[in-house]
T-cell receptor
């Protein structure tokens, strides 16, 4: 069953702690993306990677970090520097980073900072 | 920078009513246009897309959208909505990166 998995589904964190969100895909896609979804604001791009060992900042990268050591994995770390981390995080992948390619989305992780 | 505007934040319709959701973008070059849908409790999924050619594109579940280049618009339409169309709809534009609108929550009353 091909697709994108994100774990955990719900995550709670205390202020000042870093936390890592997992994203795995078995679609053999080159490009992977992280978005943040807030009510009334749509999806905003945090980071993206068009190929292994390479990634680029999106519109709201401050306070986040990523790695792309394997083609199928693109974990996102929410650091203590992120001022307002409570949100719904979506991971996506596409065959390539070319503009016309459809992005496929995972089920999301809801992060709550206590 | 490219941007996408969805002017309707929440639309409430009765079953069988016609639907049109507005989407306008700001970017002067060539764009690829998408509508995504997020049903309650489900993944965000592609509804339809426009790359080139016929500006009227048809998607899944009877949805269609028309690209009007002169108006920088890509409005989503459906002639007769069903209760199962209740969802959040996102317009997205891809020039250098995929940029989403703020979304429109559609509620269809049975």
């Amino acid at each position: 069953d091909g697709g994108i998995t994100q774990s955990p589904k719900y995550l709670f964190r205390k202020e000042g702690q870093n936390v890592t969100l997992s994203c795995e895909q078995n679609l053999n896609h080159d490009a992977m993306y992280w978005y943040r979804q807030d009510p009334g604001q749509g999806l905003r791009l945090i980071y993206y990677s068009q190929i292994v060992n390479d990634f680029q900042k999106g519109d709201i990268a401050e306070g986040y970090s990523v790695s792309r050591e394997k083609k199928e994995s693109f974990p996102l770390t929410v650091t203590s520097a992120q001022k307002n981390p409570t949100a719904f995080y979506l991971c996506a992948s596409a065959e390539s980073g070319a503009g016309g390619n459809e992005q496929f989305f995972g089920p999301g992780t809801r992060l709550t900072v206590l | 920078a490219q941007s996408v505007s969805q002017h309707n934040h929440h639309v409430i319709l009765s079953e069988a009513a016609s639907l049109e959701l507005g989407c306008n973008y700001s970017y002067g070059g060539t764009v690829n246009l998408f509508w995504y849908v997020q049903y309650p409790g489900q993944h965000l999924q592609l509804l339809l897309k426009y790359f080139s050619g016929d500006p009227l594109v048809k998607g899944i579940k009877g949805f269609e959208a028309e690209f009007i280049k002169s108006k920088f618009s890509f409005n989503l339409r459906k002639p007769s909505v069903q209760w199962s169309d209740t969802a959040e709809y996102f317009c997205a534009v891809n020039a250098r990166q995929l940029t989403f609108g703020s979304g429109t929550q559609l509620t269809v009353l049975p």
